[in-house]
């Protein structure tokens, strides 16, 4: 994933201080909704790389040899750093599930209004962000199924880091972001969510806390220059999305398997993945 390389550690803001006082219950209604949200979904737990462009059938079939088992792919989305995929269709989708691949299907659209990476300036959420998050869903399942991704899939919704104490661009990203989740899940899809571990995720995390409705049901995100962590992430409380995780704890690492070299992001994964029909 392009994204800028740093994840902000940022101080308490009022909105999580706030959290820390909210009564129980309200955290309980958000991971049931977590749980209900997760049914009839294909799970998996192992390792995963992710690329910014789609690799071919015959690399794919080369690094079965690696200890990947996953392989994350920039579907659609008008923010995407690599907009051409050459391999990438339905044929291939299919294929590589075949040869044993479970697929993580990204969709990188608008980013929040006060996204810090320069190249993603260009893309971002506008002055209706529900309607945008609305139309944005639409297209992520739309695209989903045209490459033979069905309904049961998690499609990972992907938000760059943004400043999350901006209170004004943090409510945008909320509303655009819950829109998204609310079309994604009114169309039988998993919405995911990838960000982050210090803003996007934090920020899921503080609105988790808060009661808030409409939340990604799996959280994919991003910590790097560490080893796998899925549970031990300062951002997310360890019982939060159980078992609807992925850490993304390296990044733009060249690996070599089966004669073909590849500049990939490493994942941990103990979430859901896409169904293929």
Known sequence: MRRLKLTFACSATILAALATLLVPSAVADAGQEERAAAVAVTPFKGAAFD???????AAMRAWRSSPYRAVGIYYAGRGRHCPVQRNLNKSWVTQVHRMGWRVLPVFVGSQSPCVYAQNKKGVRIGKQPAKQGRSEGGQAVQAARALGIVAGS????DLEAY???NASCART???FVRAWNREVRGR???PGFYSSAGSGVRH?????LAGV???PAAIWFARWHTGPALYQEASLR????????IHQYAGDAAESHGGYRLLVDRNQVDGPVARIG
């Open 213 to 215: 409705k409409d939340l």
């Open 163 to 165: 400043n999350i104490g």
């Open 154 to 157: 998690a499609l990972y919704l």
């Open 204 to 208: 899921m995390e503080q609105a988790r």
């Open 188 to 190: 039988g899809y998993l």
């Open 238 to 245: 360890k019982n939060a999305w159980q078992h609807m995780r």
């Open 51 to 57: 690329i910014c462009n789609t690799p071919s059938l």
């Open 173 to 175: 990203t909320l509303d």
